[in-house]
């Protein structure tokens, strides 16, 4: 590996591990994981939707007020000023968290379908697995946090 390519890893690692950000982030998600399950099983419960279609609405919800909240609060040092680089970040955001959401959709669809697991421990099971994957990639990717 090269200096140059071994110092990237480098500053990427220690960005990723900053234990203020990252405990900001666990905060942040846990708000949008009880509004993602809250909002899962009003649709299941109140209008006879399925676990899936209902996850793909409760899950935008939660992604929009996720970014809100890690833009005035986790990542506020991080990214320009301007109405068009938090259109380009909110773009990204949701980019970056579907890959996310696809992981905890798997996880939602294999466990109720395969294993018969209740579909609200299957969502918050999923959103668990899917929380590292949207960790490093909205850190390294919407907000660039390793180009302090």
């Known amino acids: 590996m090269s200096d140059s390519l071994s110092e990237a890893v ?12 990252f405990t900001q982030f666990v905060g942040v998600g846990t708000v949008g994981a009880t509004v993602d399950t ?4 009003l649709l ?3 209008t006879g939707l399925g676990p899936i279609v209902a996850k793909i609405l409760s899950w935008e919800l939660g992604i929009a ?3 809100a909240i890690n833009e005035r609060w986790t990542f506020a040092d991080y990214g320009r000023v ?5 259109g380009r970040r ?6 970056v968290r579907f890959g996310g959401f696809l992981v905890t959709l798997a996880v939602l669809g294999v466990l109720v379908r395969q294993f018969d697991v209740w579909y609200v421990a299957a969502n918050v099971i999923g959103i668990g697995v899917g929380f ?17």
């Open 44 to 46: 299941v419960e109140a």
């Open 65 to 67: 007020i996720i970014f």
């Open 132 to 148: 590292f994957v949207n960790y490093t990639c909205e850190s390294l990717y919407t907000w660039q946090v390793h180009q302090e």
């Open 82 to 86: 301007g109405l068009r680089p938090l």
């Open 10 to 21: 480098r500053t990427r690692t220690r960005a990723l591990l900053s234990t203020t950000r």
């Open 90 to 95: 909110f773009l990204r955001s949701n980019v």
């Open 38 to 41: 809250l909002v899962l099983v």
